[in-house]
């Protein structure tokens, strides 16, 4: 569109240039020809920005549809992040060395992190899907 709107609009300058000037070739039977070239060039011109701006829109609108696909993309990726980053941290102190933690002596405590664990990341997703977040 570009490309033929350059190639048109000297064309439209020329025209009008032809149709002023005072020129023993151009007669009157050849005037009313200018013209109607004139007035075809100008309706050129305005269906070409016509579809200009189309095509603009046209490019918003796509832009704006990869916008919205990559937010719902990040949020899906925000959302397993956010249901990680708690387990990461629990599996992270427990991974420590330390020999005086009591619950490591706890005949229960690894089934029982494991639980807790398990139950975080659930509540966690019935509150995502609750909010319709997922």
Do not use: C
């Amino acid at each position: 569109m570009i490309l033929l709107r350059k190639a048109v609009w000297p064309l439209r300058e020329l025209i009008s240039s032809l149709q002023r000037e005072e020129s023993p070739l151009i007669t009157d039977s050849t005037d009313v020809f200018l013209r109607d070239v004139y007035d075809h060039t100008i309706q050129i011109i305005d269906t070409v920005e016509t579809l200009r701006d189309i095509l603009s829109g046209l490019l918003d609108l796509y832009m704006t549809s990869i916008s919205n696909r990559m937010n719902e993309v990040m949020k899906v990726l925000t959302i397993i992040a956010t249901v990680f980053i708690p387990l990461t941290f629990i599996a992270g102190i427990y991974g420590m060395n330390f020999e005086y933690m009591p619950e490591l002596h706890w005949r229960w405590s690894y089934p029982l992190l494991w639980l807790a664990m398990i139950l975080m990341a659930g509540v966690m997703f019935i509150f995502f899907k609750r909010k319709q977040w997922l």
